[in-house]
Every structure is written in C-alpha cells, then in structure tokens.
C-alpha cells in the first residue's frame, strides 16, 4: 500500500550557490499505546536516552561552569576574549551529539541551526562567536539539558526500580533485617505506610502494585519524560523556523538565479547557433541575388535565390516563434485552462483535463503549473507506458493545487544530477516550485499508478 510522501528541496543539491537545507524530514512524536508501552522499542529507548545522556549532561554542565568561571574574568584581554570565544563553541561538541542521540534514540532528528558566516582572521572569527544566537542557545542548553536530563533519569530509574522491587519483593524481602513493628512482633520485609510486607495477602498486593507500576505508571512516566526531552532539545539546538525559511528563500533565489542564467545561456546558444546563422545565410542569398539583378543575369535564377530567402525567412520566424513560447508561451495569454487544454490535446494518449478557478492566477504561477504539466504528460509519454493522464486543477483555500495521475508502471522518483537524466524533470520542476514556495508530493508505487501534486500559494510572485 502506497502513501503520498512530500518531495522535500534537495538536501546538499548540487545547485550552484545553493544554500544550505534546514528543513527536517517531517517527523512524528512516538505514539504512547498504554497496552503495549512496556514492549514498545521507543519506550526502552527513551528510558536509554535518559541515562545514557546523563554523563553527557554532567560533563556539560562542569564545560558551563569553567565557560563562566574563566570566561568572564578572561574577558577583560584580547587573548581572554579568544579564549571565551573558544569556550563558547565548545558549547556545539555537546549540542552535536545530543542531536545524534536524539536522532539514535528519541526518534527526532535535529537539524543544527546555521553557523554564522565571519570575515577572515582572528577578529571576525572572534566577533562572529559572540553573535552566534544558535551558539548562545547551545550553552544555554548546558545548564538546562544537565537540569532535564538529571530529573528525567532520576525520576524514571526511581519508577522503574520502585515497580521491580515491590514485583520482586516476595523474593528478596525474607533477607532484610529483622525489625519489631507497633505489634510488638518481628517481623521481615518493607514497610509500606506502617505496615510490614510479610504475610502473603500483603505481597500478592504488593506485587500486584508493582505489575500496575511497571506496566502502566513507569511506561507512561518514562513517555512524558522523553516527550519534555524532545521539545527542549527542538527548540533550544535546532534551527528556528527563521533560519529554514532564511535558507528556504534562499535556495530559492538561488535556484532562480540559476535557472534565469541557463535560461539566457539556452536563448543565447539557440540565436546563435540556430537563428543568426540562418540569418547570415538570408543576408549572403540576398546579396547574391542584387549582384546578379546588378549584372543582369538570368532572371530565373534570381528568382530561385529570391525563393530561397524567403523560404528562409519563414523557417527564422518559425524558430522566432519557437523560442519566445519557451520564455512566455502566447497561449497562456487566453488564461491557464486554454493552454492546459492546447497541450493536453498534444499528446499521444486521452487526458481528461478538469480546471476549477474561481479567479486567474498570477502569469508567473500559470507559467509554473502550464511547464509543470508539460513536463509531467512528457515524462509520461516517454517512460510510464500510460493509456489514460488525467489532469486536475483547482483553488483549494490560499493555494493552487495541480494534480496529474497516470495509469502507468510507477516508479517516478526524482534524480538529481542523473547521467541517464531518467527523473531529472521532476528535479527541474521541484526547483520551479521552490522558486514560488511551492512544493512537491510523488506517489509512484512499482505498478502504478503515479500521481504528483503540485501546491502553490496564490499569493506568490503577485
């Protein structure tokens, strides 16, 4: 069974200028099943989490402690400066693996915050540390991750030791000092709220509390614990929202930019490989024929040459034309659904085109969806093998929704920097969207069939 997985911007793409990728995969919190906790691998791994972090946490807190200790007095000099500066990034050694184990163990990758750029030498190196928010939050976090970490681990062995003890008890209870209770009777075994676990009644219930809290309280204590570790960890050594739209946007610009520049270079290497050459051919048929007019000669021939431009003139418009509808097709001039319907009725195959907009689009976003739609029944005509294409266009709430389904084998993925060049459309499209903060959801299964949506807020590039 196949489910809609969104396309995320390539991470590391081998884009020119690319900014880095701050955005994590989507990530779901570990469910909490009271029926099952105690077996449930998440939960075993976040009580691994709590403890293993816990050295981690004290070293932490000892770095926070000698980062104030000799930083503030050191700061007053040039060389204390450098010296807090490098304390202060020591920060990231801790943050770095605490993402990593959040990741191995709380099911929660975090994706670290950007490093901010500095000017060359000692001074921009120093000055950018101390500006560095995602560092300050770094070293905030050594003092409050030792303060979570401690109580999370304390509380949780204290839970998980109390249920095994008193499921336990029976077994090793008769070994503890003999003690007289208000009785005045010997008696052997814990006491819980005055009373002396000794008799069988009391340790059938005493186990039986112990079941309750190792199946029920423990698992469910360990789960809120660990859940508290998630968000302080997020919030405090992850990127913010601003710095992933700050590289979202960037990558954007940057993938415009790029696109705009191959763009110029394809128009630039077709006028001149294509167009101004045949130009040049019209230009010297031409001559030749006025220096045959000039000499009087046979009429016929300068006839023949005098064709021949024409001819040629025609096919340089053609070309013209040809490459002026890859820059601003003219059938987008009639709207979006009259071009969708001009290519949809191009193709080898029935396409069944439904557009419901109650109000047109900006022209930069009926460009991206008429390309996208292209490429997408392109890649279907050459690789999905289809008999039917159906295309969907619609206004769902802020956004512009195109959907196109096949019934073809499957298998669409996106490729980046393919040598076969097999998925690199679907590469060229997703950074067509990004460029409009749009984005991409691939659903191919093997066997088909594939659908792909893209989403577009209407109120881009207005």
């Not at 959040?102 to 001074?123: E, T, W, Y």
């Amino acid at each position: 069974m196949s489910r809609a997985v969104p396309v995320p911007a390539p991470h590391g793409a081998a884009t020119p200028g690319a900014a880095p990728h701050l955005s994590a995969p989507p990530v779901t919190a570990p469910r909490f099943r009271p029926v099952r906790a105690l077996v449930d691998g998440a939960t075993w791994r976040q009580f691994a989490f709590h403890v293993a972090h816990l050295p981690i946490a004290v070293g932490a807190v000892t770095w926070f402690t000698l980062t104030l200790s000799a930083g503030i007095p050191l700061g007053v000099t040039w060389i204390g400066l450098v010296v807090s500066a490098f304390l202060l990034g020591g920060s990231q050694w801790f943050a770095t693996v605490t993402r990593r184990m959040s990741a191995a163990l709380l099911d929660q990758p975090v994706v670290a915050p950007p490093r901010r750029p500095h000017r060359p030498g000692i001074v921009g190196w120093v000055t950018a540390h101390f500006r560095d928010a995602g560092l300050w939050r770094a070293f905030a976090y050594l003092l409050v991750g030792f303060v979570v970490t401690t109580v999370a681990a304390a509380v949780s062995l204290a839970v998980l030791l109390t249920a095994l003890g008193a499921l336990t008890h029976s077994v090793w209870g008769r070994y503890l000092p003999e003690q007289v209770g208000n009785d005045g009777l010997p008696h052997r075994g814990a006491q819980v709220l005055g009373v002396f676990v000794d008799t069988t009644p009391l340790q059938l219930a005493f186990a039986g509390l112990g079941l309750v809290l190792l199946v029920a309280v423990w698992p469910a204590v360990n789960h809120g614990l660990g859940s508290l570790q998630r968000v302080v960890i997020r919030s405090m050594l992850g990127a913010t929202a601003r710095d992933r739209r700050l590289a979202e946007v960037t990558a954007s610009r940057d993938a415009a930019v790029v696109d705009a520049d191959a763009t110029l270079r394809r128009i630039e290497r077709e006028l001149h490989d294509g167009t101004q050459a045949r130009l040049v051919g019209l230009a010297m048929t031409l001559g030749d024929a006025r220096d045959r007019l000039q000499t009087g000669q046979d009429a016929a021939d300068v006839e023949a040459l005098v064709a021949r431009a024409h001819t040629s003139t025609k096919e340089a418009l053609v070309e013209l034309r040809a490459l002026a509808r890859g820059i601003h097709p003219p059938v987008l001039d009639a709207g979006l659904e009259a071009a969708l319907t001009s290519a949809c009725a191009r193709t080898p195959f029935p396409v069944r085109l439904t557009v419901d907009l109650p109000e047109r689009p900006s022209t930069v976003l009926e460009g991206v969806a008429y390309f996208g739609v292209l490429e997408l029944l392109t890649n279907v005509s050459k690789h999905a093998e289809a008999v039917t294409a159906t295309v969907d266009v619609r206004q769902v709430g802020t956004e512009l929704v195109v959907t196109v389904t096949d019934d073809g084998r499957g298998g669409a993925h996106v490729a980046l920097g393919s040598d076969g060049g097999h998925g690199t459309g679907l590469a060229g499209l997703l950074e067509r969207l990004r460029a409009v903060d749009g984005r991409l959801d691939l659903d191919s299964p093997t066997g088909g069939p594939t659908t792909v949506r893209m989403t577009m807020p209407l109120g881009a590039a207005r």
